[in-house]
């Protein structure tokens, strides 16, 4: 169908024409404006399109100039009249139409094309799509087409205009509604339209149909139960319609039962089946199929509901609910099987699930159905309401209660057939958790305690057990109170051999008593009474046991012990007769076995005596020879057989008088000698009052590098064993002041300066010199002003600090102070230093020993601290100004480099994790630094060592610390100690003493094969490994023997002494260069066992040790010794040379009446008289005081006496007893420091 769409066009009036007619004929005939919007102005050719329907074109209005008179034209087209071409008779196609003005022509062609929207068209919508361009529709799709739906009275179909797809000319009809529409197919500026029928139908199959399995039948297009009928287009489906309506079934036993929309379903199993709804709509162009499906499902008759009968114990209302049957839409309860109507549902606001019966007084039974939808109706299902029986309370039989602390009690209930009874310690029990079940229970309480018990019968209902239970009973279990244990006198406690002994009980009244000869109370002594008599012997039980019982309650009390003791007449005592040394104290303590405790003794002074003392012991104070006679005693009864001791005094030993000493500062060396020695007695030395071990022997005692106060102690004793007192001596040591800190002075030209001491202590007096050799000081004080110095002077100054009463005085070491005399100008303040960045700040004036002036400079703060973290990295140069108080002006400056700190983790140490066994000895831990010279601390840690048996096992960690340009670094160490307890080696030897060249066998004899054996010499240097260590023995060593582990643990070290007798090792002599007939002692150290044989090389011999010998000859003297040990078969000789030069002079036999004199070196020594009888007197005389040591010597070398004496300056003598001596030669040597002296005295 094609539609005109006029177009109005304007008409050139007849007298323009003359006009252009009238133009030269010089002007260009062209075409002009425009034909359907075409732009021809100008030119003289142009192609137009116009539509077939486009309205007639006026050429004249489209020539430059000309009119109807001189235009003409040239065309094969019978669409050209009057000037104008009417499209609608031309055709389609191109039309050339040349249009003539004189001598000149313009071409103007016109296209006319064909527009065809295509015939009318029907489609199913649910077909979805649409093709546009088919065989009829032009032109085909060029992508110059436009397809839109038409408007026709105003419908407003335009707005499906958006279902077409331009590109495709494909449109969408499943989003537009059924119905009739005009489509518009535009080309250009022309178009043409079509018609198009949109049929269908909106076919719902209805909801899903849900039947149960014998259903009888059903109408798909009717039926609905709840589920949404079928529909056409939003309605039912009527009874007489337009539409063709058709069920089609997909499962053949489906068709087989179908009628229309009828559906027979006794014979359909169970399942689900879909069935198509097919309706047809017949339109006027096409008719469509629009088809849904139903589901049929069909359920097999319901089980019946799975239902457990209710109880509960005695009447009332019973509970029952159905299990399972899920889906089921109500739950009916009956109370025939044949019942019509079901009972009331009283499961409020639900499907009847659960069901409460009524007051029942009885097991009463009911029937349940479970529905499903409408029609699926389950069998009926018996369910019953049990009344179970239900218990009467526990009846009380007996309650026996415990006695004292607690104990277990006795508490019976009646006994009734199918009950059994639980026991509950709470009011509120829970019923499956009793603390005891049955009739009896015998619990064991502390305290008076309430139980609650509850008759319980169990019934088994459907294969399950069901308790009904009582009201609790409550009942108490009793705590009584024990009676006190009985009290129990008796007529003897304590009895000798043999006898009886009577005792009474007491504490309740009507009490019970019971006796016992055991704590058992398996040996019963007597019964029921209260008194108790019995014969005791040695050989008797001696203990006795008895209880008390409250008739009234039955407690028993604890038993009570009573004992007597019998006794066998002591052992006289075990002491025997005692000696002591002068009057005093005598402890008399008779022996006794280690097993008996603390034994009494009586002590008399004759038979007939009262004991004067009674004990274990007796320190009475014996002043004379005394006895006594001891006996023991057991109880008040059994004395024992005296025994008579006597004390004898012996000699008493006199206390020895040492000196102290006091020193200022540590000591290097002292000799401490007792002032009153006494011949015949020895001295011994130690280090503290109660120590076994002396440290020296003899009357003088050198001690060496005493830093701080000690005290030495000295103790005398004789032959007779005899012992005094053991006294302290302190060497004291007293604190040494330190230096004193004083500032350099400095003055500008001569001048007086004033020194002072910086932080002077008021307890100290500080002393100026100009010389250390002065003895006089300059001034006294803690300043000193100088007088007029013109040169750099020295000063010292020395504190002074005493003790006691000024008597003792203490010096510090001088301090050098220097006065300088200096002009203006430069002067050092220090070497140039190294800080790292993280040091503290640093006191410049440390390094320059004057007071005053200002440092200045990167980092300086304060006038006089540098602070490396204000720099930072670098060198800086820091500057010192000072100007003295005459007016002199100082600089300095030196360099300060602020370095990186080290890393204190990695720079410090090599290692920080090391292990050692617990019983090491040690670790050095100062092998482990990279830089040395810091400090460790920790646990287990003293002087740079790590001992394992201070810190304990485990790990733990020490720190090393160390300073170092300023910085303060710190890092730890793990030490890890392994647990070592492994047996030490038990060690013997093949010999108890070897000669020199002897070999030594060592063997470990507790052999362990899985550790291993290392030896080590005195050193510690290891010797050998294995089970035995062999060797050569040269000198008395000590070996060690360590068990070490796979682990390399060690054990405990064991040492044996490998004991080599040795010889002395040389010949000591008074002298080895004599005059002729003078005497020279010889000796030897001691040692066991051994013969001595002297060849002095003049025909005589000796076998004394240390001989002494007088050379009558002149010569040179080859001395040997023979020395050989008897027992071990060991020999050795020693030899020295004696020279013996002649002596004219013969001072024995030619004395005279003069006293002899020996004088040298500031100290001389006469005796007199000579010869001498029953003393000597020696007289001495010496420029300074002086120790010397008195020895007088027989001629056969035997010394007689020494004596120590202290030599004041000036002249002493000092008598000397001889009266003892035998008449004879002696010699009287006298031992000065650095010398020594002989003379020789004759006693007739």
């Not at 009904?468 to 007529?491: A, F, L, R």
């Not at 001690?703 to 000295?714: A, C, P, S, Y």
């Not at 500008?748 to 020194?755: D, E, M, Y």
């Amino acid at each position: 169908m094609k539609k005109i769409n006029p177009k109005i066009f304007s008409f050139s009036c007849l007298f323009c024409l003359g006009f252009f007619l009238n133009l030269s004929a010089q002007e260009r005939f062209t075409l002009k404006g425009e034909i359907n919007g075409e732009d021809i102005d100008g030119k003289t050719e142009a192609r137009v399109i116009v539509c077939d329907n486009f309205s007639a074109i006026n050429l004249l209005n489209h020539v430059s100039y000309g009119n109807e008179q001189t235009i003409s034209y040239k065309a094969e087209t019978n669409a050209l009249a009057n000037h104008f071409f009417y499209p609608s008779l031309a055709g389609h196609g191109n039309h050339l139409i040349t249009i003539i003005n004189g001598q000149q022509t313009v071409d103007l062609t016109f296209e006319i094309p064909e527009i065809s929207a295509g015939l009318f068209i029907g489609i199913c919508r649910n077909k979805k799509s649409l093709e546009l361009y088919k065989e009829e529709v032009y032109p085909k799709n060029d992508g110059k087409g436009k397809w839109s739906f038409f408007e026709e009275n105003e419908k407003g179909d335009s707005e499906y205009d958006k279902y077409i797809n331009q590109t495709t000319g494909i449109i969408d009809v499943s989003q537009i509604p059924f119905g009739f529409y005009t489509l518009k197919y535009e080309y250009g500026s022309c178009y043409d339209t079509r018609g198009i029928e949109i049929t269908g139908a909106d076919v719902f199959a209805g909801g899903d149909i849900t039947v149960c399995q014998g259903f009888r039948g059903l109408s798909l297009n009717t039926y609905n139960n709840g589920t949404e009928t079928p529909t056409i287009n939003q309605e039912p489906i009527p009874s007489e319609s337009n539409f063709k309506i058709e069920w089609i079934p997909k499962d053949k036993i489906i068709a087989e039962n179908l009628n229309d929309d009828f559906i027979s379903l006794l014979n359909i199993p169970a399942g689900t089946y879909d069935i198509d709804l097919v309706v047809t709509i017949i339109g006027e162009t096409t008719n469509c199929e629009e088809r849904d499906t139903r589901t049929l499902i069909v359920e097999s008759i319901p089980e019946q509901p799975s239902v457990q009968g209710g109880s509960r114990c005695g009447p009332g209302k019973v509970i029952l609910e159905a299990k399972g049957s899920e889906g089921a839409t109500k739950f009916n309860w009956y109370t025939g099987i044949e019942d019509k109507e079901p009972l009331p549902n009283n499961d409020e606001g639900q499907i009847g699930k659960t069901f409460t019966t009524s007051e029942l007084q009885s097991t009463t039974s009911y029937y349940i159905e479970a529905v499903y939808g409408e029609t699926c109706i389950s069998e009926r299902q018996e369910v019953k309401a049990y009344i179970l029986e239900q218990p009467v309370s526990p009846k009380l039989i007996s309650s026996v209660g415990t006695c004292g602390l607690g104990g277990k009690v006795a508490i019976s209930t009646e006994k009734v057939d199918r009950v059994k009874n639980r026991w509950f310690l709470l009011e509120n029990f829970e019923l499956d958790k009793p603390i005891h079940t049955g009739f009896d229970y015998n619990p064991e309480i502390t305290q008076t305690t309430n139980y609650y018990v509850v008759a319980v019968i169990i019934h088994k209902i459907e294969d399950k057990e069901i308790l009904c239970y009582s009201e609790p009973t409550k009942v108490t279990g009793t705590v009584y109170p024990k009676p006190s244990n009985p009290k129990v006198s008796q007529d003897k406690f304590e009895i000798c051999e043999k006898g009886t002994v009577k005792f009474t009980a007491s504490g309740l009244e009507g009490g019970i008593y019971n006796w016992y000869w055991d704590n058992n109370k398996e040996n019963i002594a007597a019964e029921g009474k209260s008194e108790f008599s019995f014969e005791f012997t040695i050989s008797s039980n001696k203990k006795l046991y008895v209880e008390v019982i409250d008739p009234e309650t039955k407690c028993v009390s604890n038993l009570t012990e009573v004992a007597v003791f019998v006794t066998q007449n002591p052992e006289t005592p075990n002491i025997e007769d005692i000696s002591i040394c002068g009057s005093g104290i005598v402890l008399l303590k008779p022996l006794v076995s280690e097993e008996e405790m603390e034994p009494v003794f009586r002590f008399y002074l004759g038979e007939d005596s009262k004991y004067i003392f009674e004990g274990s012991e007796y320190g009475p104070e014996i002043k004379e020879t005394t006895s006594f006679l001891i006996t023991r005693i057991i109880g008040e009864t059994c004395e024992s057989d005296p025994k008579k001791i006597t004390i004898t005094i012996l000699d008493e030993v006199p206390t020895p008088i040492v000196d102290g000493f006091v020193n200022c500062g540590p000591l290097g060396s002292y000799k401490l000698e007792i002032q009153n020695p006494v011949e015949g007695l020895s001295y011994l030395w130690y280090a503290n009052e109660k120590d076994s071990k002396e440290i020296g022997q003899g009357p003088s005692l050198l001690v060496e590098n005493i830093n701080d106060t000690k005290v030495f102690w000295v103790e005398a004793s004789n032959n007779n064993d005899c012992v005094g007192e053991r006294i302290p001596v302190e060497v004291t040591i007293l604190k040494k002041p330190d230096a004193p800190e004083v500032a350099d002075g400095i003055s500008c030209g001569p001048g007086k300066v004033t020194l002072s001491i910086k932080n002077p202590d008021d307890n100290l007096i500080y002393k100026w010199f100009k010389s250390l050799e002065d003895e006089t000081p300059l001034s006294t004080g803690t300043s000193y002003s100088t007088e007029e110095i013109t040169t750099n002077t020295k000063f010292y100054v020395i504190a002074y600090s005493y003790f006691g009463e000024r008597e003792i005085e203490c010096l510090s070491e001088s301090t050098e102070v220097e006065v300088q005399i200096l002009e203006s100008g430069e002067i050092g303040i220090g070497e140039d230093l190294q800080l790292c960045y993280d040091a503290p700040v640093y006191d410049l004036f440390q390094d320059l020993n004057i007071e005053g002036g200002a440092f200045s400079g990167s980092g300086v703060e304060n006038g006089n601290q540098f602070n490396p973290k204000t720099t930072g990295f670098g060198k800086y140069e820091i500057s010192f100004k000072y100007k003295s108080n005459d007016g002199c002006s100082f600089i300095g400056t030196r360099i300060i480099e602020v370095i990186y700190p080290l890393n204190a983790s990695e720079d410090l140490l090599t290692k920080t994790e090391l292990v050692i066994c617990s019983n090491e000895e040690f670790i050095e831990l100062m092998e482990l630094e990279k830089k040395p010279g810091g400090e460790w601390s920790g646990d287990g840690v003293e002087n740079g060592k790590f001992y394992p048996n201070k810190s304990g096992e485990g790990s733990g960690s020490v720190e090393y610390f160390l300073k170092e340009n300023g910085c303060e670094y710190r890092t730890k160490v793990t030490i890890r100690v392994i647990d070592v307890n492994l047996e030490s080696p038990e060690l013997s030897i093949n010999k108890p003493l070897f000669c020199e060249g002897n070999i030594v066998k060592i063997s470990v004899t507790n052999l362990n094969e899985s550790l291993r054996y290392v030896w080590f010499n005195e050193n510690s240097d290891s010797v050998g490994t294995g089970s035995s260590y062999e060797f050569t023995a040269s000198a008395t060593t000590t070996i060690t023997c360590e068990s070490k582990n796979p682990l390399d643990c060690g054990s405990d070290q064991s040492s044996i002494i490998v004991n080599v007798f040795s010889f002395p090792e040389e010949i000591v002599v008074s002298s080895n260069s004599i005059s002729q007939h003078e005497f020279i002692q010889f000796s030897l150290d001691s040692t066991g066992n051994t013969t001595y044989l002297w060849d002095f090389k003049t025909a005589e011999t000796s076998t004394q040790r240390s001989p002494g010998y007088y050379f009558h000859e002149g010569g040179e003297f080859n001395v040997v010794v023979y020395m050989e040990n008897s027992f071990l078969g060991c020999e050795d000789s020693l030899t020295t040379i004696i020279k013996v030069d002649l002596d004219q002079d013969d001072f024995v036999t030619g004395l005279e009446e003069e006293i002899p004199t020996d004088k040298s070196d500031g100290f001389s020594i006469t005796s007199y008289p000579q010869p001498f009888n029953n003393f000597i007197k020696l007289f001495f005389r010496s420029e300074k005081p002086i120790d010397a040591e008195v020895a007088i010597f027989s001629t056969d070398g035997k010394l007689i006496e020494n004596k120590k004496l202290k030599l004041l300056k000036g002249e002493q003598d000092v008598d000397w007893e001889t009266k003892k001596y035998p008449s004879g030669l002696y010699l009287i040597k006298i031992n000065l420091p650095g010398s020594q002296k002989v003379i020789k005295a004759l006693k007739q």
